[in-house]
T-cell receptor, first 116, second 115 residues
Framework: SAVISQKPSRDICQRGTSLTIQCQVDSQVTMMFWYRQQPGQSLTLIATANQGSEATYESGFVIDKFPISRPNLTFSTLTVSNMSPEDSSIYLC?????????????FGPGTRLTVL | AQSVTQLGSHVSVSEGALVLLRCNYS??????LFWYVQYPNQGLQLLLKYTTGATLVKGINGFEAEFKKSETSFHLTKPSAHMSDAAEYFCAVSEFTGTASKLTFGTGTRLQVTL
């Protein structure tokens, strides 16, 4: 298993500013994922972050808006740039762990972002 | 491409009644299937998963799900609901890419448990 922490847990930000969300894992993992959960909706994958290489973004998400860093095997950041109220969401990171039963994703507690 | 459909965005049951949350999937490869639960203001917690082998899988908190390939379904059940089961439940299908799993989530079902 994996224990994942995120900072901040929540924030209220002004339109046009940027926020960097941190994700820390208690073990070394190859793949980390960033998801967005808009109010009342399901999770949508933003990007996959592999240590030592550029993140891979899903359709509808771009690096200029959501730059990601992955400096080592236990840490990643997601920045939400030039924010607008439409960016108000919960942002979650997850890690993929291979165990006896196959691969399994563990999720952080999420960062609740409100943009005014 | 893979997709998940959860029938019913809201389900309400009485305490002690059967819980049935429906999930149908589409996948071009043998799927890995998951149910996650999200309690208010918390992250996602894995309830159970199906990868290979026995099609009836048991999870935490008395939940179980059955993989039915012919029906492309993975419905979640619990014989007797408890008030603490009130939460949002997400079904997900995984595409294993060789080194990691990429999850596609359903839209979620909010379970309400009444006295």
């Amino acid at each position: 298993s994996a224990v994942i922490s995120q900072k901040p847990s929540r924030d209220i930000c002004q339109r046009g500013t940027s926020l960097t969300i941190q994700c820390q894992v208690d073990s070394q993992v190859t793949m980390m994922f960033w998801y967005r959960q808009q109010p009342g909706q399901s999770l949508t994958l933003i990007a996959t972050a592999n240590q030592g290489s550029e993140a891979t973004y899903e359709s509808g998400f771009v690096i200029d808006k959501f730059p990601i860093s992955r400096p080592n095997l236990t840490f990643s950041t997601l920045t939400v740039s030039n924010m607008s109220p439409e960016d108000s969401s919960i942002y979650l990171c997850s890690v993929d762990i291979r165990n006896r039963g196959g691969n399994e994703q563990f999720f952080g507690p999420g960062t609740r972002l409100t943009v005014l | 491409a893979q997709s998940v459909t959860q029938l019913g965005s809201h389900v309400s049951v009485s305490e002690g009644a059967l819980v049935l949350l429906r999930c149908n999937y589409s996948s071009s490869v043998p799927p890995y299937l998951f149910w996650y639960v999200q309690y208010p203001n918390q992250g996602l917690q894995l309830l159970l998963k199906y990868t290979t082998g026995a099609t009836l899988v048991k999870g935490i908190n008395g939940f179980e799900a059955e993989f039915k390939k012919s029906e492309t379904s993975f419905h979640l059940t619990k014989p007797s609901a408890h008030m603490s089961d009130a939460a949002e439940y997400f079904c997900a299908v995984s595409e294993f890419t060789g080194t990691a799993s990429k999850l596609t989530f359903g839209t979620g079902t909010r379970l309400q448990v009444t006295l």
